[in-house]
């Protein structure tokens, strides 16, 4: 039976709150950086493999800085205590960088957006054309998500960028379909939209053609100062008219369009002439809807799609992806260090808040539930920067969200320093060691780093939580892939919507996992709660086989809350334990190294991520998975597809229990670890 917390060990809630809210910054920033940085190539036009490095090179250098600053605040000595410091200085400073990292110049966009609405003509739930009363459209949407079946909308984005886009003269723009990635089906096309920097343009000649293969010259030249409207023609097409579907020329017989601006867009377009050929002539133009209402084009044969446009204002190629690339690699490891700063010490200070074996698991709990608030937030920031009706591009969307973050990291982030109190007294260590030299200090960090790799009880944590976490990582994208082509029948929007309505699904029960598994960790201990939680996962994997069918796919959701006691459980649970670890080794060394045991602890959390993805990468290759194949997959590929997503975390969640089986500390041996430590060196000042 457990032990009754004695009341000078409880923490308030209010302050467990205030540490949650720490986790909850810490998220926010690891969300931010990861989910924007798709902005460096939609509205900087960086190379893929360049993105590639500034994601990695910014943390390997954090993984080598984390044990770093973990030692120096576990040496810290001041009247504000070894953590709080940090966390105020680490708020500020990470917030301003990550702040700047964000306020690049980008170039001049003109984008184009291609939507086909699918076999049923409708577009979220509404007919094409067709007004619908609000309880009627609710309705609609709603039986769309829950049938799955009517999700079968697809559409994409290609941006045009300088030197393509130029100053007075027509611009002939012609955009491979394949272009469009997210396009899986063409049968259906609805809908043109354009976007972007320029608010007036004129447009000519646009229709969609089959190439022969033939390469087509790209537009050159410079800006040049000229009139306010063309005073030429736009250049006359000469694809065959055979090979054309045309919207607006007078080159060929139009197919019908229902709108050129419609009644939901942010535009104002006009009919008008130039030398005799008539145009369309958008101005105010935020984003413009061009929809061909109940009549779609069918553009399986086409290639590419093309538009002349002329514009009086100015364009700009931004800087040179050179510029681009070190600004945002020197930023990103000023951003990571500051991060660091912040975070470690975070991570440390909630080892030391209490001393009881239950309140800190109810304290990790709180912080937990807290913390996974931005993951609910993080998938929108996309949403966010490429909203065109809020921003006319990606990069003054991604400004803007980044000056949120950093208010919020600033506000937020200053809570834990402000609000709560060191508990365990920083004893200990030489009294000379303030004047040690920088060979003495490193050789101390090295023997201390090496004291905490070797701590049984730690590398048994570190284990367990390197197989659950990323089996989870490294088969992260099979479950899309599975839902698009083995439940759906390679419906790439039906299998987006299932995997989407999946998700949210676990996200939500997430939270209440949170809530049990801090519940059992307080009544039948860590370890015992921790086989709960990952039998139950395991349980929910087992499901995957058998749930993910294309006779039921709404069966898809049941193996869901299942799975979000893996995660919710872990991390939940992996922070009191250490704790615990914490105190038993300084039962050995004499010494409180929260900071060193925390860094190590994400340094492997970081490291096994990096290599959970690359493996991850090779897995999907090595099923013979080809999207270009849709529904004709090779043979085998849907059934190592499966295997994967289910069996890999399935066996790697069952060795993690294995690891965790001879775990030596239990409620009473870390009962007694207290009370010979208090016994030593005191009991501390009682946390704020």
Request: proline share 5%; hydrophobic share 45%; with cysteine.
């Amino acid at each position: 039976m457990s032990h009754r917390t004695a009341p000078e060990d409880r923490i308030s809630f209010p302050h467990k709150i205030a540490y949650g809210v720490g986790g909850f910054v810490n998220n926010l920033l690891a969300q931010g950086i990861g989910n924007m940085m798709i902005v460096l190539t939609l509205a900087l036009g960086m190379d893929f493999r360049a993105v590639g490095l500034l994601g990695s090179l910014p943390r390997a250098f954090d993984a080598i800085t984390d044990p770093l600053v973990g030692f120096i605040s576990d040496k810290t000595k001041s009247r504000w205590g070894r953590r709080r410091p940090f966390l105020f200085i680490g708020a500020i400073a990470s917030g301003v960088v990550f702040a700047l990292l964000w306020q690049m110049p980008a170039p001049t966009q003109f984008r184009l957006k291609l939507v086909d609405y699918g076999a049923d003509g409708v577009y979220s739930g509404e007919v094409t054309g067709e007004p619908v009363g609000m309880l009627e459209s609710v309705v609609n949407s709603l039986r769309g998500i829950v049938t799955v079946e009517m999700m079968d909308d697809v559409e994409d984005e290609v941006t045009i960028l300088p030197p393509t886009l130029v100053t007075g003269q027509w611009v002939s723009v012609d955009v491979p379909l394949a272009a469009f990635d997210e396009l899986a089906t063409r049968e259906h096309l609805s809908q043109i939209l354009i976007s972007g920097d320029l608010t007036e343009v004129y447009v000519d000649n646009v229709y969609l053609y089959r190439s022969d293969g033939a390469a087509r010259a790209e537009p050159s030249g410079q800006d040049v100062d000229g009139p306010a409207a063309p005073e030429a023609r736009a250049p006359t097409p000469t694809v065959p008219a055979q090979d054309v579907i045309s919207l607006f020329s007078d080159a060929y017989d139009d197919v019908p369009v229902q709108f050129w601006s419609t009644d939901w867009d942010e535009s104002d377009v006009a009919d008008t002439q130039v030398a005799g050929d008539p145009v369309k002539h958008y101005t105010n133009l935020r984003f413009a809807g061009i929809d061909f209402g109940e009549t779609p084009v069918d553009a399986r044969e086409m290639t590419h799609v093309h538009m002349d446009i002329w514009t009086p204002e100015t364009t700009g190629a931004g800087r040179s992806q050179t510029y681009y690339f070190y600004y945002f690699l020197i930023g990103s490891l000023i951003f990571f260090l500051a991060y660091t700063v912040f975070a470690t010490p975070w991570v440390a200070l909630g080892y030391e808040l209490t001393p009881d074996y239950n309140e800190r698991t109810r304290l990790m709990g709180v912080q937990n539930f807290v913390s996974n608030i931005a993951f609910v937030i993080g998938p929108w920031f996309l949403v966010i920067m490429t909203n065109a009706a809020w921003f006319r591009n990606q990069m003054a969307g991604a400004r803007f969200l980044a000056i949120a973050i950093c208010v919020t990291t600033i506000a937020l982030g200053v809570i834990p320093a402000i609000f709560l109190r060191e508990r365990v007294p920083t004893g200990g260590g030489d009294a000379n060691e303030d004047s040690a030299s920088l060979a003495e200090n490193v050789m101390e960090f090295l023997r201390g780093l090496w004291q905490t790799v070797k701590t049984g009880p730690f590398l048994m944590l570190c284990v367990a939580t390197f197989l659950i976490f990323n089996s989870f990582i490294m088969i992260s994208q099979f479950q899309f892939w599975v839902f698009a082509y083995y439940v759906s029948g390679g419906n790439i929007g039906e299998g987006a919507g299932l995997a989407g309505l999946v998700g949210t699904l676990g996200i939500v029960a997430g939270f209440l996992v949170i809530m049990i598994v801090t519940w059992l960790g307080t009544k039948i201990g860590k370890k015992n709660a921790f086989f709960v939680s990952t039998g139950i996962s395991m349980f929910g994997y087992a499901l995957k086989w058998f749930c993910y069918t294309p006779d039921y796919p709404m069966l898809a959701l049941l193996p869901a809350p299942f799975l979000a006691f893996g995660l919710g459980g872990l991390f939940t649970l992996m922070g009191s334990m250490i704790a615990d670890v914490v105190d038993l080794d300084e039962i050995t060394t004499g010494e409180r190294r929260e900071g060193m045991f925390g860094s190590v602890f994400w340094w492997v959390v970081k490291v096994g991520q990096s290599v959970a993805i690359l493996a991850g990468g090779f897995l999907l290759y090595s099923t013979g998975l080809d999207p270009a194949l849709g529904a004709n997959q090779p043979e085998g590929t849907l059934f190592w597809l499966r295997f994967y997503d289910a069996v890999v975390p399935l066996v790697a969640s069952a060795i993690a229990i294995v690891a965790i089986y001879k775990y030596p500390i239990t409620e009473k041996s870390a009962l007694d670890v207290r009370a010979e430590l208090e016994k030593r060196r005191g009991t501390g000042s009682v946390a704020a």
